[in-house]
């Protein structure tokens, strides 16, 4: 039979320490999330420029660190920087820095990839109109590319960044208390699975979708510019 009486006595453990990270143990979703998307996205577009770069020095590093990490899992990636970085650098790092250090590195391909496509959806007659009114090329693509660009950009970042959320809970796997580790921690204790990862479920559930009506919005405010 459901009994949510174990979600509300734990509610606040969940969503203060898990979701939000207020707490002793350091961890949280949220405070993996947003770092991991604004960082990831940064990185992105640095990687996206490089693979259009006209030198092959530039060029060809950039596709073959996104052929790479597209190429094997994520979970691959953090158990990589989770044990085989504090050996070389013989120092330890917690898990929020594995973990963000996973998620940043990882999902930079991906944005890499979106920002790289979004730019060449513009037309070349936008760059060459700029160019002749004087612009110089970095110009045009700070006024003139990266606007446009990123107006079509917007449905594949916006799931990328979904997907990069709800990929937040493979850091539970390296002991990060995430919402997911700390539903883990209570279920250990309580023993009713069903209900927290119901719980946890919606809580996700709520959140990309919360995601996606925003997305839509943008979408209609772009298309309306």
């Known amino acids: 039979m459901l009994d949510l009486a174990v979600v509300v006595d734990n509610l606040r453990f969940m969503l203060l320490q898990g979701f939000l990270g ?7 979703t949220l405070r993996l999330a947003i770092p991991a ?3 990831g996205f940064l990185l992105g577009i640095a990687v996206g420029l490089a693979r259009l770069a006209r030198t092959p020095w530039i060029r060809v590093p950039a596709g073959a660190y996104v052929e790479f990490f ?10 990589w ?11 330890p790092i917690p898990e929020y820095g594995v973990a963000l250090t996973a998620f940043v590195i990882f999902e930079a391909a991906y944005f890499g990839e979106i920002v790289r496509a979004g730019i060449q959806s513009v037309p070349r007659g936008q760059v060459e109109a700029a160019t002749a009114i004087g612009l110089t090329p970095a ?22 960044m979904i997907v990069l959320f709800k990929d937040t809970s493979l850091a539970s796997i390296i002991g990060y208390v995430d919402l997911t580790k700390a539903a883990q921690i209570v279920n250990d204790r309580e023993i009713r699975p069903f209900e927290l990862y119901l719980f946890i479920a919606v809580v996700y559930w709520i959140c990309t979708y919360s995601m996606s009506r925003v997305a839509r919005r943008l979408e209609r405010r772009a298309a309306a510019a």
């Open 37 to 39: 998307i604004v960082l």
């Open 81 to 91: 920087i989770w044990f085989i970085i504090p050996q070389l650098v013989r120092l």
């Open 22 to 28: 207020l707490g002793a143990f350091g961890g949280g």
């Open 70 to 79: 597209r190429g094997v899992p994520l979970v691959m990636v953090i158990f």
């Open 139 to 160: 110009q045009a693509m700070r006024h003139v590319v990266l606007p446009q660009a990123l107006r079509n950009m917007v449905p594949s970042l916006v799931t990328q």
